[in-house]
């Protein structure tokens, strides 16, 4: 029996196209290293609010480069993002609220279908620049991750419970204590310490620090490797 | 004869710790990869000012993160970085103007020193704790460097000429059109198309832009390679 896996938790919101990138490219290595990822949906306006930070794309030159920085990395990484035609209603008058707290509540009641729904709501906004807000939307994504209807309902119905609400404000309280100022955050555990990385761009630094071989945003798959 | 190299400019400023990084990489990569690569002193101040941006620093959860950063990249992409005891005062008040000036006056009577001297300036600041405003500690980076005495002092003398002044100018807002609002940058020049990218932590994707193989932020030594 080898080393027990070291815990790495992936703080993340669906509104957020780098942490798109960050969650993929961690679930690519998941089987990979010796880790036990964690997947951890947080609210990003929350923790903007708490850190006093402000959305990147309000300062017009750094929206321009996101812009061309997303095209590039999209390539590069393999992740489909498509920037959403509407930009700002999306990400600042939108926002994810509902959808947060659905993956929440698919947390809570149904863990392994947490990548599979999540990455469906990410093909949603940051893919075919649909809504995720409405009931509907949330209920289409839970259904395209393989999900039945009955079930989807079910979590639907648990949205506004203070249980669902409470949890993820308390992951997104537990992003900021680890220091959160924007979302991604990978938090690694290692021998009793604790690392914290911010965005999609320090997974060559995760690797060095957990020893493990960093082999590009997309690594040979698991089964070339067998 | 192999093909043509690219054209790679990297734009920083020895106030910028990610600059170092930024600068260190490409010169480990310059030999490896088939790029020409252009070393172009700027000013952080004037771009900040240009795009409206403000130093992260300035938000206490960001400078929090950025210690811890500096810290583990250091290791990672050995760098000896150490932040300055006066971090605010160096940065924000004492500023790199006459540092930058002093640079781009390297860079146009003797640019094959540049590299060497722009090294020892972040080796004062970022490494020892030292000024970089006053002439006596310019003199002391470009003599560290491996200039004569008079060399250096011929060059202390063209800071303050219009000549020297406009050029560094024009670098900055040659950085600036190119969309910058920070430091470092690269520019890539691939087929009559620009790729500008910001930040120490795109190197992979210039890797990958340019077609070359990404080694880690330490390649094999090129030395090692023959």
Redo the contacts between chains.
Sequence with gaps: MGPLPRTVELFYDVLSPYSWLGFEILCRYKNLWNIHLQLRPSLIAGIMKD???KPPAL????A??LM??IK??RE?MQVPLQFPKDFFSVILEKGSLSAMRFLTAVNTENPEMLEKVSRELWMRVWNRDEDITDPQSLLAAAEKAGMSTQQARGLLEKISTPQVKNKLRETTEAACKY???GLPVTVAHLDGHT?????S??M??LA??LGEK?M??VPPAVNAKL
């Design positions: 850190s006093g930070n300062l017009s030159r750094k321009q480069y061309g920085d590039l990395l590069h220091g959160a100022f690392h914290m990385l911010f965005g761009d320090r060559e630094l060095h620090l960093w590009g945003p």
